[in-house]
């Protein structure tokens, strides 16, 4: 066969073939290893499916503020005889903490920031039906009710501040006002009376869910107040709770003031007063028995860590307030 140009062609792209079969026949038959960066998933590394609910109860109706303690209780007379541990209204609104946040925004100054005028909080609706409430299980209840006996409520009077303290951690800090430094006659004692704040330790050992209202001062029963944009509403619908310090009551409560301007003030006839919002929470998170710490101490550290003396709003009185 002559040497053309085209058998040169063709003997060459023959090679060429044959050459690129024969690689890849060789790479197909050596094994590709692949280094593992992680180990491989299977049915015991997979971490464990969180616990189910003991129940789920759906909401049947709207339920508002003026209904919502009794059919709070309608579920722990329910569930208190079925569930492996004790049921309460605190410890199921504690395992389904949305509530407490639907309750802070019927606060009548957060619904007026988005220009609702709400005359009576007692029709606002908190739980919509087809609503999901969930009764815990018992690994849940245990750490909740755990946490519960845990918790302290730390008032420094000058601070004008309330802290919810859980296992030592604080976890909410909220504004308050305070008693008035001064003397002053009051119905309810039925003498002249220390305005100030008291001092102690103790436990809240009364709750108030539908307070009547009384004024202190001349004993005249009312239940309209005069909001701080000169509104008048129905007095709101908001537990109170009184703590026994150093063992006694003394009327001293922690309740919620329709009039926030006063907070951060020596304002009240010894009382504690919150915003509304806060009361709600302060509530669910102090049941009965729940420690209280109420002190007047001037100096405090701040969260840089610096410390900070504070103006003496009962004007150089360093003993304790517990007369």
């Not at 430094?181 to 050992?205: M, P």
């Not at 202190?216 to 310090?245: A, Y």
């Not at 028995?289 to 969260?303: A, P, Q, S």
Request: glycine letters at 4%; one cysteine or more.
């Amino acid at each position: 066969m002559k040497n053309t140009p085209q058998n040169n062609f063709a003997f060459w792209a023959i090679a060429l073939l044959l050459t690129a079969l024969f690689s890849c026949q060789n790479k197909a038959e050596v094994p590709v290893q692949i280094e593992a960066t992680s180990p491989p998933i299977t049915q015991d590394t997979l971490p464990p499916p969180p616990p189910l609910p003991f129940d789920t109860v759906v909401i049947p109706y709207d339920v508002t503020i003026g209904c919502l303690f009794d059919f709070l209780d309608s579920l722990v007379v329910k569930y208190d005889t079925l569930a492996p541990y004790p049921v309460s209204e605190y410890l199921m609104v504690r395992a389904n903490p949305w509530l407490i946040d639907s309750l802070e925004n019927t606060d009548y100054y957060r619904l007026k920031e988005k220009g609702v005028f709400n005359y009576d909080n007692r029709l606002l609706v908190v739980m919509h039906e087809g609503d999901t409430f969930l009764i815990p299980n018992e690994i849940k209840a245990r750490e909740l009710l755990r946490k519960m006996e845990n918790t302290v409520l730390d008032i420094n009077i000058p601070e004008f501040k309330l802290r919810i303290v859980e296992d030592g951690d604080t976890i909410y800090t909220f504004p308050v006002r305070v008693g008035q430094n001064r003397k002053r006659y009051l119905f309810a004692t039925d003498r002249v009376t220390d305005l100030r704040t008291r001092t102690g330790k103790g436990t809240i050992d009364r709750i108030s869910k539908d307070p009547f209202f009384r004024d202190p001062v001349d004993g005249r029963m009312f239940n309209i107040t005069k909001r701080d944009d000169n509104k008048k509403t129905r007095m709101p619908l908001i537990p109170w709770i009184e703590p026994k310090l150093n063992g006694r009551r003394t009327g001293q409560m922690i309740h919620p003031t329709s009039n926030p301007k006063s907070v951060g003030k020596a304002y009240s006839n010894g009382c504690i007063g919150t915003k509304e919002a806060d009361a709600w929470r302060i509530y669910y998170y102090a049941p009965l028995g729940t420690k209280v710490v109420i002190r007047y101490d001037l100096e405090v550290i701040n969260e840089q860590g610096d410390t900070l003396r504070l103006k003496d709003v009962y004007k150089n009185s360093l003993t304790r307030i517990d007369e």
